[in-house]
């Protein structure tokens, strides 16, 4: 029961980054029609700014925490403001292989001056250790992750659905001429919106650089789960989004332990599943 | 939302002639390549790509559909050819027959999974379809994991043509390339090609005009993954192996960069697309990870100035379908 126990933590933690990343994606692809093909080397190149902050700077993962996904927020910004807003108008397609594109260019200057072995980065001291719950020893760390991923999903659907500025946002994915007529900057909110979708992926970057090592390529193949992900899940709904990618975190975690050969196979097998049985996705409308 | 090629010309009898004087004019020049002195490994390698790009490009540029997983087909296929030749030891042709129909069967399971979903959801599951391929293979017991199958026999082709020959192999191979090609120029040009077509111009218009277009769609499917894997079929007979580097998401990039490199929905463009990309890498290849970052500025260069590619850039300039 131990092992149980133990994969299923294993499986909610990769459903939490499952979820962060999917939700990003959402997030970016209703404001700017793209689906962000950059996503997994900007999840990388948080954690790798964990990594930097912490040996070239000597600030602390709580730091990292907070700033990572605020700097690559605003590399992603620039990315955006440089070359993403040109594609407005064109087909979606195209977003995909410019995306595609700025991924291989990030990925592969990492790897040039990295290589492909792992960084470790080490867990901070406060959350060290485990706990005993009785039933199965819990890592303080990996529980944490869990929580934390949970609080700020959680946080950014009630950002989306429940303010104004949430409001805004919803009201610009319907229809941007018209709020722009209402005069609210529709680019810039595009731009902030690329921010935060690239902000939580950067932050599921640092979240995993104590658990996975920092590597040039933890995300590239990451980013194929996610897709994965979000097929199953559709991007209609933040909230389906959340759950989708936990429940699949949690599935993939249990079939680790009744039949690990299928354990980097499965969610793309119960993508292969809803698709034959619901071609729309769990929660999307038809596309 | 706009069409990926922006303009498209009017197929007249003049253009077609053309066409088949330009045809003339690559199957010439590829025909004396033994003749000048030209590493013909690089240029066998160079047209199995280009006819890999030709069939991803019949799905994209007449169909407007974006499968980033074609590098599916083309692997399954060196695979299944690659144990029919080692293993069983069946001769050339019965090999590539075999590596052809895996390749066809992958892609009826594939087409009808993925057709189901549209645009940017197809390229998601194409691409999710090919990472689940590549775990299966990467545990199956007859692929060798890592190592691959190595040191594939070629044989003797019909029992005369003996491929281990450069020159014979060469010729060989440039007859596959060149019929794969003409049955997708007589794809595109056909009733069937103009439909799918319509499709990718405007599909809900071509439904109301009374086409399954799904049943078209599916079919276009099944053509390009054939061919992609009649590709991979013969590129075993070149490489004489058969790895995992064919089943991986970053060789289904490279036939993506390919095809826009040369121009989408040309009928040239991944030919010439096929031709630059693998010379980059061949000359580019001691420089380690920076031809990842090359390509990745290629792709970047590409989508945002250069989105018709080079044959798209001149039959643009010509007012021309090339």
């Known amino acids: 029961m131990q092992a149980l126990y133990a994969q299923l933590l294993v499986g909610l933690i990769n459903g939490s980054f499952y979820a962060l990343l999917s939700l990003g994606l959402a997030v970016i692809f209703g404001m700017l029609n793209i689906i962000n093909f950059a996503h997994g080397a900007l999840y990388m190149m948080g954690a790798f700014c964990a990594y930097f902050l912490l040996n070239l700077g000597g600030i602390n993962y709580w730091w990292a925490l907070v700033l990572a996904p605020i700097i690559v927020g605003i590399f992603g910004m620039i990315l955006e403001r440089t070359m993403l807003q040109w594609l407005a108008g064109l087909d979606h397609l195209y977003g995909l292989l410019l995306t595609f594109g700025i991924a291989l260019i990030v990925q592969g200057v990492f790897q040039n001056y990295f290589g492909s072995s792992g960084l470790p980065y080490a867990i901070p001291d406060q959350l060290r250790g485990g706990m005993n719950l009785g039933f199965m020893f819990l890592p303080v760390y990996r529980g944490w992750v869990v929580v934390f991923s949970l609080v700020v999903c959680l946080a950014t659907w009630f950002l989306i659905e429940k303010t104004r500025l949430g409001a805004y946002l919803r009201a610009a994915t319907e229809n941007p001429t018209l709020v722009r007529a209402f005069g609210i900057n529709v680019p810039r909110m595009i731009t902030l919106t690329y921010g935060l979708g690239v902000g939580l992926a950067a932050l599921a970057g640092v979240l995993s650089a104590p658990i996975n090592q920092v590597r040039p390529l933890m995300g590239a193949d990451l980013i194929i789960v996610v897709f994965a992900v979000v097929v199953i899940g559709g991007m209609g709904s933040i909230m389906g989004s959340i759950i989708t990618g936990f429940a699949l975190g949690v599935i993939e975690g249990l079939t680790k332990y009744f039949y690990p050969e299928a354990s980097n196979t499965v969610v793309f097998v119960l993508m292969v599943l809803v698709l034959l049985v619901k071609p729309t996705g769990l929660t999307g409308r038809a596309a | ?322």
């Not at chain 2, 990039?253 to 040239?268: D, P, Q, S």
Request: charged share 10%; proline share 4%; glycine share 12%.
């Open chain 2, 1 to 322: 939302m706009t069409a990926l090629t922006d303009d498209t010309l009017p197929v007249t009898p003049r253009a077609m002639r053309d066409e088949m004087i330009l045809f003339a004019v690559m199957a010439l020049l590829l025909a004396s390549v033994p003749f000048t002195g030209v590493y013909p490994f690089f240029v066998m390698q160079a047209l199995c790509f280009a006819l890999l790009a030709c069939a991803f490009n019949l799905l994209i540029g007449y169909g407007g559909l974006l499968s980033f997983g074609h590098a599916m087909f083309m692997g399954t296929a060196g695979y299944c050819s690659g144990h029919a030749l080692k293993v069983w030891g069946l001769p050339p042709e019965l090999g590539i027959l075999v590596g052809v129909a895996a390749a066809f069967g992958l892609s009826l399971i594939t087409g009808y999974i993925s057709i189901r979903r549209q645009g940017i959801y197809f390229s998601m599951i194409t691409l999710a379809l090919s990472q689940l391929l590549y775990f299966i293979y990467l545990q199956a017991p007859f692929t060798h994991g890592e190592d691959g199958i190595q040191g594939i026999p070629q044989g003797h082709l019909f029992g005369v043509f003996d491929l281990s020959k450069p020159t014979v192999l060469y010729y060989v191979v440039l007859v596959g390339f060149l019929a794969g090609f003409l049955l997708i120029y007589r794809i595109i040009n056909s009733p069937f090609g103009e439909v799918l077509k319509s499709i990718r111009e405007n599909e809900p218009r071509a439904i109301s005009l009374g086409y399954r277009t799904d049943q078209y769609k599916f079919l276009a499917f099944v053509l390009s993954g054939t061919l992609a894997g009649f590709a991979g079929a013969l590129k075993v007979f070149v490489a004489q192996n058969a790895s995992l580097t064919d089943v991986h998401w970053s060789m289904s990039g490279e036939v993506v960069l390919m095809t826009l490199v040369g121009g989408l929905g040309t009928i040239f463009g991944p030919v010439v697309g096929a031709f630059v990309i693998i010379a980059m890498q061949q000359y580019l290849a001691g420089f380690g990870q920076w031809v990842t970052v090359i390509q990745g500025s290629i792709f970047v260069i590409c989508v945002l100035t250069f989105r018709r590619g080079v044959i798209g850039e001149i039959a643009h300039y010509f007012r021309r379908s090339m």
